[in-house]
């Protein structure tokens, strides 16, 4: 079994930064791509940005330039530096594993395990 749990949400003002955090424990002897998504209430599931086991990355358009994706594969850990933020970004955060190594895997439905999601509120 998988567990994915995130950090790092929080209020900042429209322009800040906030840097979320995925910790993955269990299963981690495999290569897996990971994601991060959000949402918004009323609203489905969106997403955010993807990074392979490689490093390969890919964004929504909304937020290239703004956010970056990486991870630590020696610490099981997923980062998603978002800058230059905007009231549109606000949303609960989730990140999300996908075990192989496709590359660019936008649809949830396609990820197996899921964190508990984290807050990020920008006041404009």
């Known amino acids: 079994q998988v567990q994915l749990v995130e950090s790092g949400g929080g209020l900042v003002q429209t322009g800040g930064s906030l840097r979320l955090s995925c910790a993955a424990s269990g299963r981690t002897d495999s290569t897996y791509a990971m994601a991060w998504f959000r949402q918004t209430p009323g609203k489905e599931r969106e997403f955010v940005a993807t990074?392979?086991?490689?490093?390969?990355?890919s964004y929504t358009d909304s937020v290239k330039g703004r956010f970056t994706i990486s991870r630590d594969n020696a610490k099981n850990t997923m980062y998603l530096q978002m800058n230059n933020l905007k009231p549109e970004d606000t949303a609960v955060y989730y990140c999300a594993r996908r075990d192989g190594v496709s590359f660019g895997v936008t649809s949830p439905l396609e990820y197996d395990y899921w964190g508990q999601g984290t807050q990020v509120t920008v006041s404009s």
């Open positions: 990074i392979t086991w490689f490093g390969m990355t």
